[in-house]
């Protein structure tokens, strides 16, 4: 399978974290299921499940500046329904509509985190003619492209393939691009004295009507009912730059070759 790689700026961004109520703490890099979205929102398959395939590695150039603002957030999680053709957003709690009305769904300021300066290096590896789909709705983008939020647009640096350039065998080894690796993977085989962030992780999502996938927009408008959002995590360690993970056996490290630069990627364990 071949790979593809992306490089990626955003000025400003926040990768929510679900699982954070009082505050909304943002992931330190975006989730699988995050840039999921971002490419079929790119290509205009936004119900196609073979981008949930595609295996990836996040990394970054190093940790992003986090600062913290308050933001009205929406009480509880808001259901869509649809009636006489009209989508409208409401409170799951007191199903007073979102918007547009004047009395409405209760908000509550809540801090929230925002990451600074974000550059991002994605790489993507899966079947090749879903690679040059990618590459060429990436190339040529069709629209303001953003990653997380709405108002998180996103600047492509570049896009192109990547090459591994070797493959060696290490007990330790220095990574200088903090990156996302499986927990599964590296938990056992990690020396008991390393401490590495974890997070659970949406890794995939897919939006039902009465236990149904969805598979066109004009099924949303013409079936009756909410549509819901259902979301497969996993446990991941956040890997921090410079950091020096040691491994009580020897694990195979990529080096991969893009974008004139090189990058350090676990075989088994850095790929989402």
């Known amino acids: 399978m071949g790979i593809l790689y992306v490089k990626l700026f955003q000025p400003y961004a926040?990768?929510?974290?679900?699982?954070?109520?009082?505050?909304?703490?943002?992931?330190?890099?975006?989730?699988?299921?995050?840039?999921?979205?971002?490419?079929?929102?790119?290509?205009?398959?936004?119900?196609?499940?073979?981008?949930?395939?595609?295996?990836?590695?996040?990394?970054?150039?190093?940790?992003?500046?986090?600062?913290?603002?308050?933001?009205?957030?929406?009480?509880?999680?808001?259901?869509?329904?649809?009636?006489?053709?009209?989508?409208?957003?409401?409170?799951?709690?007191?199903?007073?509509?979102?918007?547009?009305?004047?009395?409405?769904?209760?908000?509550?300021?809540?801090?929230?985190?925002?990451?600074?300066?974000?550059?991002?290096?994605l790489f993507l590896q899966g079947d090749d003619s879903l690679l040059e789909r990618v590459e060429a709705s990436l190339k040529k983008p069709r629209k303001i492209l953003y990653l997380g939020r709405s108002e998180?647009?996103?600047?492509?640096?570049?896009?192109?393939?990547?090459?591994?350039?070797?493959?060696?065998?290490?007990?330790?080894?220095?990574?200088?691009?903090?990156?996302?690796?499986?927990?599964?993977?590296?938990?056992n085989s990690l020396d008991s004295a390393n401490r590495f962030p974890a997070y659970s992780l949406p890794i995939k999502s897919e939006f039902l009507i009465k236990d149904r996938k969805i598979t066109s927009f004009q099924e949303i408008l013409h079936k009756k009912g909410e549509t819901l959002r259902k979301t497969e995590f996993a446990p991941v360690y956040f890997v921090e730059p410079y950091s020096v993970p040691r491994f009580r056996e020897p694990v195979t490290v990529e080096t991969i070759k893009a974008g004139g630069s090189e990058f350090s990627i676990l075989k088994d364990g850095g790929w989402l």
């Open 14 to 121: 926040q990768y929510r974290n679900p699982y954070t109520f009082n505050f909304a703490q943002t992931y330190p890099l975006p989730p699988k299921s995050t840039i999921v979205g971002m490419l079929q929102n790119a290509t205009g398959d936004y119900y196609s499940e073979v981008y949930n395939g595609l295996r990836m590695a996040i990394l970054a150039d190093s940790s992003p500046l986090v600062f913290w603002h308050y933001q009205h957030f929406v009480k509880g999680t808001p259901t869509l329904t649809v009636e006489s053709g009209k989508a409208t957003l409401y409170g799951k709690e007191d199903k007073l509509p979102l918007y547009h009305s004047e009395k409405r769904h209760q908000r509550s300021p809540r801090p929230q985190q925002e990451l600074f300066n974000v550059n991002l290096h």
């Open 152 to 187: 998180d647009i996103i600047f492509i640096r570049a896009v192109g393939r990547a090459t591994v350039k070797n493959k060696r065998k290490i007990r330790d080894k220095r990574f200088e691009h903090p990156f996302y690796a499986e927990w599964g993977v590296l938990h």
